[in-house]
């Protein structure tokens, strides 16, 4: 069974930092593109960033280019999102995503994620 359970969100100022996990387990990382959404209330859920790591592919939206990375640990058991520079417009619940995947991944759909984990909060304060 595929698990993903996200952790690390809570409240930073303004140009703060935080880091992201996700766990997950029941299945290989080789196999699957795992991604990090985020939803602010009353938008959209949006794609942030994502890895297909057996190619070494990641993608970021525009918005966080050059403040998040994502990454996965040595053992490819979790997933991580560093922020720095944090912006206000960055509060958002986070969400981490996965579907097996032959050979990139993509931030563009929802629907192309199969497994979804519950979401952690972060806000960003002024």
């Known amino acids: 069974e595929v698990q993903l359970v996200e952790s690390g969100g809570g409240l930073v100022q303004a140009g703060g930092s935080l880091r992201l996990s996700c766990a997950a387990s029941?299945?290989?990382?080789?196999?699957?593109?795992i991604a990090w959404f985020r939803q602010a209330p009353g938008k959209s859920r949006e794609g942030v960033s994502c890895?297909?790591?057996?190619?070494?592919?990641?993608h970021d939206r525009d918005s966080v280019k050059g403040r998040f990375t994502i990454s996965t640990d040595n053992a490819k058991t979790t997933v991580y999102l560093q922020m720095s520079s944090l912006k206000p417009e960055d509060t958002a619940v986070y969400y981490c995503?996965?579907?097996?995947?032959?050979?990139?991944?993509?931030?563009?759909?929802?629907?192309?994620?199969?497994?979804w984990g519950r979401g952690t909060q972060v806000t960003v304060s002024s």
């Open positions: 890895i297909f790591s057996r190619h070494h592919i990641t």
């Open positions: 995503a996965a579907v097996r995947a032959t050979g990139d991944c993509t931030i563009k759909s929802t629907f192309y994620y199969d497994y």
């Open positions: 029941g299945f290989s990382f080789d196999d699957y593109a």
